[in-house]
């Protein structure tokens, strides 16, 4: 039915097709913040918890053993390990298991990132793999939109971070790290270390 202009019925149209642009907003401010901050802070956790692995990358001035590290941070802690949910559009049948339509479905990125089939010791955290493709900032279509932003916010601090601290170790290497309860983001409470 038409509506008039002005009217409620073109009123409530009209803020429907603003919510693109305003989910668009939210992604991208979390997105680009908290998913930054927590591969920063990941990354930071799996070389404290790896000497051999941060006296490698200090080492490296050219920096390419820190852009390893932050892609198998991306791999091996992303800190989004799933996929913005999405719904079935019809009945899936996966093996014995039916998703009905409409069912809202998590992809597990965490799980695809080491799937053993694809990644040589999946539960290692290495620098230098010969293949090791991740989902960390998704694909194709679903790429992440700010990815070379995130790398480079990632790769600017922790050259800063192991610049002015070159003695920077974990304040309590014997206690578990604590992570944040989420299950839409992977990212620690705190990092207690020592800077020297």
Do not use: K
């Amino acid at each position: 039915m038409p509506c008039a202009r002005g009217t409620l019925p073109s009123r409530r149209a009209a803020h429907r097709a603003r919510r693109p642009s305003r989910w668009l907003a939210f992604l991208t401010i979390f997105a680009g913040y908290e998913n930054s901050i927590n591969l920063i802070g990941n990354c930071v956790l799996a070389l404290l918890q790896r000497p051999e692995l941060l006296a490698e990358v200090r080492a490296d001035g050219a920096g390419g053993a820190r852009r390893a590290a932050i892609d198998e941070t991306l791999r091996f802690e992303p800190p989004g390990p799933l996929a913005i949910r999405r719904f079935a559009l019809e009945d899936l049948t996966f093996g014995t298991v039916t998703v009905p339509a409409g069912a809202t479905v998590l992809l597990s990125l965490a799980s695809a990132n080491r799937d053993p089939g694809v990644v040589d010791d999946p539960d290692t955290f290495r620098l230098r793999r010969p293949s090791a493709p991740h989902l960390g900032l998704g694909h194709g279509p679903h790429y992440c939109l700010g990815a070379a932003l995130a790398v480079l916010e990632a790769d600017v601090a922790l050259a800063e971070l192991l610049r002015r601290f070159p003695d920077l170790r974990l304040a309590r290497p014997d206690e578990a790290p604590r992570w944040r309860r989420s299950f839409r983001t992977r990212a620690l409470s705190e990092l207690p270390v020592s800077l020297g």
